[in-house]
């Protein structure tokens, strides 16, 4: 599975034209799911990112997580993600996980999020989305679990 993840002051997401929510503090986490993960890689990867230390401790040092600073979490789906770009000029989507697992995969990432004490903002899955947001530093980060090879 794939989280980018972005430390916003602000974020709102809008999904088939319906408002869904927004966060002040906090991460932005656009996910995907790839053909061959497993739904324990959802919760392996919610775990880790509520841990991750992406916010400035009082020495401005990236020392604090959501988890420490109680910030809030927006989560969309993005399966391109998993593009291959490595060759052409338009991005292959095969390494993505189909629909079915992709959507599983989503949800049990919710559901891990929840059950860490977090209440995710959320799209929805396979909507055509709007998401407005205040990067923070900036600071984006790519998390992978498993850990991809070089």
């Known amino acids: 599975m794939i989280a980018l993840i972005q430390r916003v002051s602000e974020a709102s997401i809008t999904a088939d034209g319906e408002f869904r929510g927004s966060i002040g503090q906090g991460l932005m986490v656009l996910v995907c799911g790839e053909k061959n993960d497993k739904l324990e890689y ?39 993600l998993a593009a291959d770009t490595n060759s052409g000029t338009r991005p292959s989507f095969s390494p993505a996980a ?37 990067n923070d530093g900036p600071v984006t980060f790519r998390l992978c679990y498993p850990k991809k090879k070089d």
């Open 42 to 80: 959802a919760d392996a990867l919610a775990e880790k990112l509520v841990g991750y230390r992406v916010f400035g401790d009082a020495d401005g040092k990236m020392n604090l997580s959501l988890k420490t600073v109680g910030g809030g979490i927006l989560v969309a789906s993005q399966f391109t």
């Open 98 to 134: 189909d629909p079915a697992l992709g959507e599983a995969l989503y949800e049990r990432f919710l559901e891990k999020l929840r059950a860490l004490g977090f209440n995710p903002v959320t799209g929805v899955f396979g909507a055509h989305m709007q998401i407005s947001l205040v």
